[in-house]
């Protein structure tokens, strides 16, 4: 049978695509790609405060036929009030009894999102009838994003693709997770973000998940790579801060090094932090504030946060052995040395190796004085590397996307 060229797709992620973040930027970037592509495209995510609200589902097929696809469609859809998950997430909640509730949640409803997969269920009813998707595409996350995608899969007799961007051994309950993952094992085919998830898939779903790596945005590897200050020292930390620990251990190490710099004070030393943990990071940067220029900055646009990383000498970030880090593919097209503490996997050294950019991983505090010394005695240039030129453009990676939504829409036509 022949298969048509361009597909009607659904993706459903739950973060709006204005979310500062990757985990924000996944489904909606790669939506953009494929609909440039010539693929009709429908981003369902939950609704953001200041953003557009989805059309009622009465007004939706009218809103699907007058939509412009050039661009995907993004129904951000208000979640429905529920008392018992605003129990679940308050931190007042009694431990043993948010644990019940969170099991219960899961054994009942097969997620802790509820509200808003629940929200999404007229929507999907009508986008079955009226814009017949040939694929869908849930991202965990958290699995209501699955299961709105396997529901509208089943309304609509397509099949669906189970996308993980997250643990699923971190982020589901130990004692759960073998008997929710047999509910989602009808996918049809599976992605992950990196190789570490994708052994995770593999471990959990009867899949051969594909690799395609988020993207990276233009703006980190400029063609005019910002100069470094003359003079200065510039240390950026960037992301999340998954472990206390690391922070301090980090913090000591920094704390350490610029200790014995203070006799001789060949540079100034600039230390920047930019992300979501910036209340947390800045009382730990001002145990340095004597030794060095320290900042702690909110969620960055990417223009300002890539010419923020390209003027630094060396960038950091804190590793944690429970995810893969996007953001060092960023780093590396900034053209300026990386630094993981306290580690990193072989996926990252290789995918660092293969761009051509350098990754020093520090595993303990005592470390850290030798590599940023090294690295402060050469300060070289920066270069952008091939990071965005080739294969980590959100375009190229988009194509290798395409062709999952391909085979699974060939094996259910043929």
């Known amino acids: 049978m022949l298969i048509d060229k361009y597909m009607n797709l ?11 973040h990757v985990s924000g930027m996944r489904s909606w970037f790669f939506a953009r790609e494929l609909a440039r592509r010539g693929h009709r495209v429908v981003q369902l995510c939950e609704w953001r405060e200041g953003t557009e609200i989805a059309p009622p589902p009465t007004r939706l097929a009218q809103r699907l036929r007058a939509h412009d696809w050039a661009e995907p469609l993004l129904l951000a859809v208000r979640p429905l009030r529920r008392a018992l998950l605003d129990r679940i997430r308050s931190t007042r909640t009694p431990v043993m ?87 989602f094992s009808d996918m049809a085919a599976s992605t992950a973000n990196a190789e570490f998830n994708a052994q995770v898939l593999s471990r959990w779903f009867p899949s051969q998940p594909c690799v395609v ?28 801060i998954y472990d206390h620990g690391s922070l301090e251990a980090f913090i000591d190490g920094l704390s350490e090094w610029l200790t014995k710099l203070t006799g001789v004070k060949p540079v100034g030393v600039e230390i920047v932090y930019a992300g979501g943990d910036h209340a947390i990071v800045r009382p730990a940067l001002e145990r340095l504030a004597g030794l060095a220029r320290v900042e702690a900055h909110p969620y960055l646009p990417l223009p300002e946060l890539a010419a923020l990383c390209r003027s630094a000498a060396v960038n950091t970030y804190l590793w944690d052995p429970n995810c893969f880090h996007h953001k060092l593919l960023e780093l590396l097209a900034c053209g300026r040395p990386v630094l ?48 965005c030129s080739a294969s980590f453009t959100w375009a190229a990676l988009a194509v290798r996307l395409e062709r999952v939504f391909q085979q699974v829409t060939r094996q259910t036509r043929v």
Request: hydrophobic share 40%; charged share 20%.
């Open 97 to 183: 009894l948010r644990k019940a509730l969170v099991t219960w949640s899961y054994l009942r409803h097969s997620g802790m999102f509820t509200d808003f997969s629940q929200a999404t269920q007229p929507y999907l009813t009508v986008l079955a009838r009226e814009f017949q998707p040939q694929a869908t595409w849930g991202l965990f996350g958290n699995t209501d994003c699955w299961l709105i995608a396997q529901r509208l899969g089943r309304l609509a007799g397509c099949p669906w693709a189970a996308d993980m961007k997250d643990s699923w051994e971190v982020f589901m309950p130990s004692t759960l997770q073998t008997i929710i993952a047999r509910r």
């Open 213 to 240: 790596y988020s993207g990276v945005d233009r703006s980190f590897a400029d063609a005019a790579p910002t100069r470094l200050d003359q003079g200065v020292f510039r240390l950026t930390l960037t992301g999340s």
């Open 10 to 20: 659904v993706f459903v992620n739950h973060m709006h695509p204005t979310t500062p």
């Open 340 to 387: 993981a503490f306290p580690g990193e996997t072989e996926e990252s050294r290789g995918l660092a190796a293969d761009t051509g950019g350098e990754l020093f991983c520090c595993a303990a505090s005592a470390d850290l004085a030798e590599t940023l010394d090294l690295i402060r005695g050469r300060c070289p240039a920066p270069a952008p590397h091939d990071v």
